[in-house]
């Protein structure tokens, strides 16, 4: 029932119910556990930082470390910097990916030649599409061959990740500034980059 709850209040997105699921960012069930700390970032409950810091650094478990971290990435605040660097070139997938959302989500410019630096080292594609999410969010707007811009629209096309690419590009066009570069695309793109692109 609580696990079902927590749900419940990702869908409907009720900000001033976070605080109070907080408490259950420790518990013993790692199914409650796991939805809880989702629940938190998905509701940006910014009063939960340090105990999903907290969290991270004790959990030994990978899936609560990287839902952890994910949370965090989604509540972007100075003081997890050092965490986002810890973790941007960690050795599971999942890490480097919310580490480079976070430092994204930051909006520091200072932080692109970094994370571009990142961008170039990375093969996997789900820490890859992170950090060009995270490029574009820090002013990396071009759309060109090889850019970050492009390679999530490319992605668009992959039915493994297209999921992963649209939730960035629909983040990333809550900016209107970028609107425009996408509607060009959605003009010019595949098949099916015009079909999620349209429903921006």
């Known amino acids: 029932m609580i696990f079902e709850s927590l749900i419940a209040l990702q869908k409907i997105r009720d900000e001033s119910a976070a605080p109070g699921v907080a408490f259950l960012l420790r518990d013993l069930d790692q199914k409650v556990q796991l939805a809880a700390i989702e629940t938190v970032g998905l509701l940006q ?18 899936k609560v470390k990287r839902a952890a971290l994910t949370a965090l990435a989604m509540l972007p605040d100075e003081q997890s910097r050092a965490v986002y660097s810890k973790y941007l070139h960690d050795k599971d997938d999942g890490l480097r990916a919310a580490a480079a959302e976070g430092f994204g989500r930051l909006k520091n410019p200072a932080d692109l030649p970094m994370l571009d630096g990142a961008f170039k080292d990375e093969n996997k594609i789900s820490p890859r599409l992170s950090l060009a999410f995270a490029q574009v969010m820090l002013g990396k707007t071009q759309i ?28 990333l066009a809550r900016n209107p500034a970028l609107r425009p570069p996408l509607y060009h695309a959605a003009e010019i793109g595949t098949k099916d980059e015009k079909v999620y692109l349209a429903r921006f």
Do not use: C, M, W
């Open 45 to 62: 409950n910014k009063s939960s930082v340090p105990q999903l810091l907290d969290v991270l650094e004790h959990s030994r478990n990978n």
């Open 144 to 171: 060109a061959e090889f850019s970050p811009f492009q390679l999530l629209i490319n992605t668009l096309n992959s039915v493994s990740y297209r999921g992963v690419a649209q939730a960035f590009l629909v983040e």
